[in-house]
């Protein structure tokens, strides 16, 4: 054959080869014979069609295992032994990838786990410190001794993480080990930190998911104080910035996605919630899809109808900084802020939501006419007794057919 036959064939050799590879990665573990117990694996598998958590068991006898895990996509993949919420070691995996798990005990802190160069660095940082990161399992058993051992970890992974920002294993490291819950500052201080540039395609969006909050206290909602502003991308001014701390005006965002299933309901309840403001100025109603594709996004919005808000989308989706920042595990997401810098409310509660920003209403500087409470009552802000017993029955459902407010 010719060279430029050779060179015709190869890259359809090469395509065929690369197609070859299945959306799996294969874990062998290669422990002393006396090591029989099952662990604990968890990762989050996807594709381009979406995704789910999976969790399975996979058991060791004599040393040996094997086991399969399915994704198309970058992942990441604890190994839990015992009761500890904090995870005994964790890897990176993408399709293709062979993760040898060797060691000398049934401890998996201990274990050599090799297979990429990112899991070999969190190896090397695991092994370095596996007597902090063994404390802090035991300790979080214990209220008492959690937060100093908390701390211990959270000070190991922050020297991790200044010494590596240009390795995705500083991301991981970050979400599966660091207590953003008990120094959340710290936390986002770290994860800005971190050079976009260095966050693969497919990579972020994994460490995000709602799944996974079991799994990584980085992503339990925190109660923060002295909020920082926030910026999104808005469809009427492109940008928009939403000030917590000095604007003086009650701030709600609501975060969502394209598919969740009280999205109609909960356009509607805020629909009411704009009419029930004196002003849009006074208190800020943010709604803020977390959907990539501003087609789908402008689309949505155009037949809604739900004006006097600021209407907004973050392409990064769950892993988007400031949802991180405001502990968004899954849609539908609520914050609340004064205005004055504090941080109210931060979860999937809306009625919680809802009240606490109507508490914020600021107090008319005229006699109330009784025209307000009017049209609160017409409007769905105010419950009548047939609503109360709804209510009591349900926990938020409203006769008006207003699920939430």
Not at 296 to 321: C, E, K, N
């Amino acid at each position: 054959m010719s060279c430029r036959g050779l060179w015709f064939v190869l890259p359809l050799v090469l395509m065929l080869l690369g197609g070859c590879v299945k959306n799996e990665f294969r874990m062998e573990f290669a422990l002393p014979d006396s090591v029989t117990a099952t662990y604990r694996i968890s990762y989050f598998a996807s594709d381009p069609r979406g995704g789910l958590q999976v969790e399975s068991a996979v058991a060791v006898s004599a040393g040996k295992g094997e086991a399969v895990g399915l994704t198309r996509y970058p992942t990441l993949v604890t190994v839990s032994h015992g009761t500890s919420p904090i995870p005994a070691a964790i890897f990176y995996a993408e399709r293709g990838d062979k993760i040898i798990l060797s060691g000398s005990g049934a401890d998996p802190v201990e274990w050599n786990i090799s297979g990429n160069k990112p899991t070999e660095l969190l190896t090397r940082w695991r092994l370095d410190h596996r007597k902090v990161i063994e404390t802090a399992r035991r300790a979080a058993l214990q209220d008492s001794a959690a937060a100093p051992a908390r701390r211990a970890l959270n000070k190991a992974v922050a020297d991790f993480v200044k010494e590596h920002s240009d390795s995705p294993a500083a991301r991981l490291l970050l979400f599966a080990y660091f207590d953003a819950g008990l120094e959340p500052r710290e936390f986002d201080s770290l994860w800005r930190s971190l050079p976009e540039e260095n966050d693969p395609e497919g990579f972020a969006s994994l460490l995000a998911r709602q799944d996974l909050s079991g799994i990584s206290p980085a992503l339990q909602p925190t109660s923060m104080k002295g909020v920082e502003d926030l910026v999104v991308q808005s469809a009427d001014n492109n940008i928009d910035t939403l000030r917590f701390a000095s604007s003086g005006h009650p701030l709600l965002l609501y975060y969502w996605q394209r598919g969740d299933d009280d999205r109609n309901d909960l356009t509607d309840s805020l629909r009411r919630l704009t009419r029930w403001r004196r002003d849009s100025a006074e208190m800020i109603i943010a709604d803020i899809s977390l959907n990539p594709d501003s087609s789908q996004w402008r689309g949505s919005i155009r037949h809604d109808s739900l004006y006097h808000t600021v209407r907004a989308f973050s392409p990064r989706g769950l892993a988007d900084r400031d949802a991180v920042r405001f502990g968004v595990t899954g849609t539908p997401w609520f914050v609340v802020g004064d205005g004055k810098g504090t941080l109210l409310y931060a979860g999937p509660d809306a009625v919680r939501a809802f009240a606490s920003f109507r508490s914020l209403r600021p107090k008319k500087d005229k006699p109330d006419t009784g025209k307000a409470d009017a049209k609160d009552k017409a409007d769905g802000s105010k419950s009548t007794s047939k609503d109360k017993a709804d209510t009591g029955k349900t926990g938020s459902k409203k006769a008006d057919g207003g699920k939430y407010d």
